[in-house]
């Protein structure tokens, strides 16, 4: 099984700086990598699929980047209604692991 | 609107059953796998299962290997989870998802609102 390593598990930022969590895969994964939101008590939204797509509706703000077994997901203006927690999926090969989760919060 | 609507969901006895299911809306049901996350509570996302747009192929988490059925009906356009001998740490919201392309390789998108199963005596 590929396994997905997060971090980090939790951070503090403030409004206006620029975020960075990074995901490690276990084996290669090529691009397949996918990036979540979750607000409390509210289902996951995709915001970032194939490693670098932005899903639409989503703001631009959001990026994601890399390939193979690091990727990383940036926010470049952290806003008020980013606090949440941000997850990633590998897409490659089942089981379709999930990272640990990273907990924004905003200062 | 593409949308997809958990059911069934409860309170359940260590070592009992229960269904869940998934109605989909929106879209061509048939042309899309269709996957069930859990998240226990507190806790982060756990894949559980996933099924092929044809219902012919699916996969499974070891933590549920053997234990869950994932299947579904094209024809009610509806997603179903059989889930035998539960366990306490089976307690879960479980979330249905909908894969964003035809390929398997791809993000889930919509997600449902969750149905909560708790197992406990």
């Known amino acids: 099984d590929i396994q997905m390593t997060q971090s980090p598990s939790s951070l503090s930022a403030s409004v206006g700086d620029r975020v960075t969590i990074t995901c490690r895969a276990s084996q290669s994964i090529s691009s397949s990598l996918n990036w979540y939101q979750q607000k409390p008590g509210k289902a996951p939204k995709v915001l970032i699929y194939a490693a670098s797509s932005l899903q639409g509706g989503v703001p631009s703000r959001f990026s994601g980047g890399g390939s193979g077994t690091d990727f990383t997901f940036t926010i470049s203006s952290l806003q008020p209604e980013d606090s949440a927690t941000y997850y990633c999926q590998q897409s490659y090969s089942a089981p379709y692991t999930f990272g640990q989760g990273t907990k924004l919060e905003i200062k | 609107e593409v949308q997809v609507v958990e059911s069934g969901g409860g309170l359940v006895q260590p070592g009992g059953s229960l269904r869940l299911s998934c109605a989909a809306s929106?879209?061509?049901?048939?042309?899309?796998?269709m996957s069930w996350v859990r998240q226990a509570p507190g806790k982060g996302l756990e894949w559980v299962s996933i099924?092929?747009?044809?219902?012919?192929?699916?996969y499974y988490a070891d933590s549920v290997k053997g234990r869950f059925t994932i299947s579904r009906d094209n024809s009610k356009n509806t997603l179903y989870l059989q889930m035998n001998s539960l366990r306490a740490e089976d307690t879960a919201v479980y979330y249905c998802?909908?894969?964003?392309?035809?390929?398997?390789?791809?993000?889930?998108?919509?997600w449902g609102q969750g149905t909560l199963v708790t197992v406990s005596s």
């Open positions: 929106g879209f061509t049901f048939a042309s899309y796998a």
């Open positions: 099924i092929s747009a044809s219902g012919n192929t699916a």
């Open positions: 998802t909908k894969a964003m392309t035809s390929s398997w390789k791809s993000g889930f998108d919509p």
